[in-house]
């Protein structure tokens, strides 16, 4: 797989939503992480020499710190869950119909939704912590420490062969849609 670099025409800044509780939404486009390159088959074994995947990141402020792990907080990361997968498979499913290969992980098992599971799963906090360079507390689960949320926030991971543009232009179609404005 070849190192995919932004463009200039290309590059996304990012598309920062609020949902329908108050709570921002933050989605980011990216070339994939190193993990991704060299495991990418292990991942996705649909995928066979996909030269340029983006990584679409998209983060969900919690109601709470993630850091402990109570009823609340299960019952929180299960609705940023169902809320990403719902997004997610709107998203992966307008990209697929244009010709793009697409596909969504699930951020409970990381393996893809829409392709048949790897040998390893994906792990969405190590490739935030790699892309976005955000610190990461390592506990009985690792927790994502956002600059301005701190552990309130919920990784989650879509990954297209789609350019950035289509992405972008898609995901702000389809956001509204799932009360993120």
Known sequence: MANATLSLSEQTCPINLVGETGQAVQISIHPPSQYICANCERILPDWKSQPDLWVVIVLQQSRYQLV???TATELEKERLREK????GCDLAFKLQDHGYLTDLIDPCTGYPLLSHPGEIPHNDTAVVQALLNYPVLKNKCRVLIHPLWGAAVYPSILISVAPPKVIATFTKEI????GWN
């Open 68 to 70: 402990r792990r109570t």
């Open 84 to 87: 990403f997968m719902r997004f």
């Open 175 to 178: 956001a509204p849609l799932h």
